[in-house]
């Protein structure tokens, strides 16, 4: 069974940082696209930054500059650096991988439980 654990989450003072972290564990063959998404209170989910297996990076235009997704595909683990932060950044932040493992036979979605980031004014 896939999991994926995230942590680095907590309480900040707006311009100030975080590094979000993604560890995905399990019968695992393969992880190919895997991302960070954040819900505030009261909206949608969003996409905030996703990775590709070969390392390209794309970005909600809202954290264009600010944020950096990077992963380590040896430790099945994806990053979030969070510079510069906003209240408005304010959410749980949730990462998301798309992972082959046995005893599937293709991709499949999984999702962590999230980790809440709360940034004060």
């Known amino acids: 069974q896939v999991q994926l654990v995230e942590s680095g989450g907590g309480l900040v003072q707006a311009g100030g940082s975080l590094r979000l972290s993604c560890a995905a564990s399990?019968?695992?063959?393969?992880?190919?696209?895997m991302g960070w998404y954040r819900q505030a209170p009261g909206k949608q989910r969003e996409l905030v930054a996703g990775i590709t297996s070969g390392g390209s990076t794309n970005y909600a235009d809202s954290v264009k500059g600010r944020f950096t997704i990077s992963r380590d595909n040896a430790k099945n683990t994806v990053y979030l650096q969070m510079n510069s932060l906003k209240p408005e950044d304010t959410a749980v932040y949730y990462c998301n991988a798309a992972i082959l493992a046995t005893p599937h036979p293709y991709a499949i979605d999984y999702w962590g439980k999230g980790t809440l980031v709360t940034v004060s004014s």
């Open positions: 399990g019968s695992i063959v393969s992880i190919n696209a």
